[in-house]
């Protein structure tokens, strides 16, 4: 299974950013998708989740300003793109966005990451 990450950027506190991870691959063997992030100097944070049938969790740090959504391939599993929308951005959001899967063998994939900077 690969990951790659693409959206991140630079916003201004209170704007809206969507973050998007394309997943290929043997997706059969994902059983759900999320999202974490690292702050510098901090641990990485887990931010939401999403089952291949929608179910959907998100931290309570970031309710109600942030969702996960995924577009999931309908036959062979060949593609996933999962989209965290981030909305409401405060400065202490700023962070490397990772995507990850999670096999129903538990073995974690991961992305490369995505840069978020929220600043004026």
């Known amino acids: 299974v690969t990951l790659v990450e693409s959206g991140g950027g630079l916003v201004v506190p209170g704007g809206s950013l969507r973050v998007s991870c394309s997943a290929s691959g043997m997706l059969g063997d994902v059983r759900y998708w999320g999202w974490y992030r690292q702050a510098p100097g901090k641990e990485r944070e887990i931010v939401a989740t999403?089952?291949?049938?929608?179910?959907?969790?998100?931290?309570?740090?970031v309710q109600g300003r942030f969702f996960i959504s995924g577009e999931f391939a309908k036959s062979n599993f060949t593609k996933t793109t999962v989209f965290l929308q981030m909305n409401t951005l405060k400065p202490e959001d700023t962070a490397v966005y990772f995507c990850?899967?999670?096999?129903?063998?538990?073995?974690?994939?991961w992305g490369q990451g995505t840069q978020v900077t929220v600043s004026s």
């Open positions: 990850y899967a999670r096999s129903w063998g538990d073995f974690d994939y």
């Open positions: 999403i089952s291949r049938d929608g179910f959907a969790k998100v931290n309570d740090s």
